[in-house]
């Protein structure tokens, strides 16, 4: 360690340490993504890890370094997400108590996962702030050791052999994007990679809702960020870390910030065309990608999806939104006539030109709908927009009117 932060012979100490318990993930090379972006892109899969994240990494190693007495006590911290999962991992895997307080409205999902790994979890707070709140407390009271999300110099640690697996299997890369909450992750693989090679380019990717680090860097000191709920929980920190505001500030080139609505394009298209479930957070250095932010022409470029633990319930308004951004799924609304066979002719007129019916809603009570009519909305999946043009000449001729609504 130096003044704090560690050195590469530290994050190779932790590869060692974490060899055979964590899952050595695959550095997968994308024809579709290098195709479409001009660069030979490679994708570190996190989303793969034990725990569906990287942060099985630290939290494995973070309690490797606690002595007897210390295990004794248990482990506590404070997360809704992927920190809460590698916590709870860790703490099964050295045989150890855990509790995770995690804020009242975190979705079942979560909780049950963190249980699953036989932890117990305290809810209680209505976010991050306040839940920490209550684990310090809890902390005080029983005597336990707090695992910090991502200030902590063996998290860093831990972290970083996610740089060191894709030096060792990609040399000559050119580029590392990574996704920035905290820091953690960006810290540990920029120390990792800069270390062996200086001349390789460090990119974080931040939601522009919460991007504290890039705030921060620009202030020169830490300051909060935040101006919003994104959906890339994960990566929606407050503050960043004093150790890994530090690491940022010496060894990243540059952060750049990516919307909401393009995170969840990249989900969908990392789905799509990869086969590939991303978490949000996880995809937000791909939709940085997408979105040009970066330019990687003609460069060898790793990507981090740095996790994949979903909630799908978010993932289907992602696809269909998507779908319709895509003009693949499309809402049509007619006035018609209250006779018989009407219906049928529109679903006909769909069906022939090769649309596919995938919802179809009758309202009567609509206000705007004339006496003797009613009001009908079909949703269609058709291919692209030049299919969507033809399906629309077709109900034209039908002489009902109507609408394409969003």
């Known amino acids: 360690m130096k003044d704090g932060l560690p050195e590469l012979k ?6 060692e340490y974490l060899r055979g318990k964590t899952n050595r993930t695959q550095l997968a090379k994308s024809t579709t993504f290098s195709d479409m972006l001009g ?3 490679y994708f570190k899969m996190e989303n793969h890890q034990k725990t569906g994240s990287f942060k099985a990494r630290g939290a494995l190693y973070r309690v490797s370094k606690l002595t007897d007495e210390e295990k004794k006590k248990g482990v506590i911290t404070a997360s809704s997400g992927n920190h809460a999962q590698g916590v709870a ?8 108590s855990a ?17 699953g790994y036989g932890a117990e979890v305290v809810l209680g707070g209505a976010d991050y702030t ?4 209550i684990a310090d407390r809890i902390r005080d009271e029983e005597g336990r050791i707090f695992i910090e999300a991502f200030n902590d110099p063996y998290i860093i640690s831990g972290q970083g052999t996610v740089g060191l697996e894709i030096l060792e299997d990609l040399p000559d890369v050119d580029m590392i994007v990574v996704p920035i909450g905290g820091g953690g992750l960006m810290s540990g693989i920029s120390i990792a990679a800069k270390s062996i090679n200086p001349n390789i380019r460090i990119i974080g990717v931040e939601s522009e809702l919460s991007d504290s680090m890039l705030k921060s860097l620009e202030e020169g000191k830490i300051v909060p960020h935040t101006s919003g709920q994104s959906i890339a929980e994960g990566i929606s920190v407050k503050y960043p870390g004093e150790l890994t505001f530090r690491a940022v500030q010496k060894y990243v080139d540059d952060i750049v910030t990516v919307s909401d609505e393009s995170i969840a394009l990249a989900i969908y298209k990392l789905l799509e065309r990869n086969k590939t479930l991303v978490e949000p957070s996880g995809a937000a250095a791909v939709a940085a990608l997408m979105d040009h932010k970066i330019d990687v022409r003609g460069k060898k470029v790793a990507v981090i999806l740095s996790g994949g633990n979903m909630n799908f319930l978010l993932l289907s308004k992602i696809i269909y939104k998507s779908l319709e951004i895509e003009s693949k799924l499309v809402r049509i609304e007619f006035k018609i006539p209250d006779k018989p066979g009407t219906l049928h002719k529109i679903a006909s007129v769909i069906s022939e030109i090769g649309g596919n019916i995938y919802h179809a809603e009758v309202d009567n009570l609509a206000r705007n709908t004339p006496v003797g009519y009613q009001t009908v909305t079909f949703t269609v999946n058709v291919r692209d927009e030049t299919h969507l043009s033809v399906l629309l000449d077709k109900v034209k001729l039908l002489g009902f009117h109507f609408e394409v609504v969003t």
């Open 10 to 15: 530290d994050i190779k100490e932790a590869q």
């Open 39 to 41: 660069g030979t892109i």
């Open 89 to 96: 991992y860790a703490a099964k895997f050295n045989g150890i």
């Open 99 to 115: 509790k995770i307080v995690m804020p009242e409205f975190t979705t079942p999902a979560k909780i049950n996962a963190v249980q």
């Open 130 to 133: 306040e839940a920490k709140a």
